[in-house]
């Protein structure tokens, strides 16, 4: 009688750890898929910031034109751009940041160079709304890489990491934009 009551001790705590676990692996897949989802979210945020931007800098490209002569490769760099970023990828949404903040430099420069330019509302106005555009792209990215870092630790911990792979998760790219134009961009006309 009492190795009944044993057994029945122990088969019930067998069970309640076999429920603690299980809720507990269902609790870190669910917050994984959270952070994922919120990871899609914000990548999606970026990628409709960066559209903006390139479609003002296709504005402040045509403002321009009429007072320096821009090769027409510019012009099929940006529209290209523009197509890429919806379906880009953390690493190729690094490089459409890259080359949109460089031709974004060439065009301040050019800016800089004709003061008549310079003065003209709407190219100040375009300019300072894609200003506006890289202060929100900065902080979607930051918000990115704020999950994508919860995300890989949760890879990198146990038992998440166990869960994670069972599953077939793997790490987030983190995005990694310069900050600046480094060297400012040489301009020939």
Do not use: C, H
Not at 24 to 50: C, P
Not at 83 to 97: H, W, Y
Not at 159 to 177: A, D, N, T
Request: positive net charge; glycine residues 4%.
């Amino acid at each position: 009688m009492l190795g009944d009551i044993v057994s029945w001790i122990v088969l019930g705590v067998i069970v309640v750890i076999i429920i603690v676990l299980l809720f507990r692996s269902v609790g870190i897949y669910n917050r994984f898929y959270s952070l994922k989802n919120s990871s899609e979210a914000t990548l999606g945020q970026i990628r409709v910031a960066m559209k903006k931007r390139l479609d003002m800098i296709d504005q402040l490209l045509g403002a321009v034109k009429s007072y320096a002569k821009f090769e027409r490769e510019t012009f099929v760099q940006v529209t290209a751009m523009r197509a890429s970023v919806a379906t880009a990828s953390p690493g190729d949404i690094d490089k459409v940041e890259a080359a949109s903040r460089s031709i974004f430099g060439r065009l301040l420069a050019v800016a800089e160079n004709y003061p008549v330019l310079k003065t003209n509302t709407t190219v100040t106005s375009l300019m300072d709304s894609v200003k506006s555009i890289e202060e929100e792209i900065a902080r979607q990215r930051y918000t990115y890489n704020n999950i994508s870092q919860e995300f890989n630790t949760m890879m990198d911990t146990i038992p998440s990491k166990f869960i994670g792979r069972l599953v077939g998760l793997v790490k987030l790219e983190y995005l990694q934009f310069a900050e600046a134009i480094k060297t400012p961009p040489k301009i020939e006309f």
